[in-house]
């Protein structure tokens, strides 16, 4: 069974700092690409980051480019999110994402638990 562990939400004044951690295991036979998704209150789902197996490719959503960085860990199957310069806009419950495939099957999509991000002063 595929889990994915999340941590290092928390909240933060604007302007601060924090980085996520995500952590895939179980019955993982290949990986295509980890990211992460947000959601605010009243809003839809969005793709924040993503990144392809081994950092080959990473993609970001315009509002955070230039102050969050995606990178990945292969040999951990763990994917971060560092985060800086937050703005309050960023608050959401932050969600990882995994595309990946168990020996026998398709690859498919895997969701972490959430992290709250609250940024406030």
């Known amino acids: 069974q595929v889990q994915l562990v999340e941590s290092g939400g928390g909240s933060v004044q604007p302007g601060g700092s924090l980085r996520l951690s995500c952590a895939a295991s179980?019955?993982?036979?290949?990986?295509?690409?980890m990211g992460w998704y947000r959601q605010a209150p009243g809003k839809q789902r969005e793709r924040v980051a993503s990144i392809t197996s081994g950092g080959g490719t990473t993609n970001y959503v315009d509002s955070v480019k230039g102050r969050f960085t995606i990178s990945d860990d292969n040999a951990k199957r763990t994917v971060y999110l560092q985060m800086n310069s937050l703005k309050p806009e960023d608050t959401a419950v932050y969600y990882c994402?995994?595309?990946?495939?168990?020996?026998?099957?398709?690859?498919?999509?895997?969701w972490g638990q959430g992290t709250q991000v609250t940024v406030s002063s």
């Open positions: 994402n995994l595309n990946a495939r168990q020996i026998y099957g398709p690859y498919k999509d895997y």
């Open positions: 179980g019955g993982i036979f290949a990986i295509n690409s």
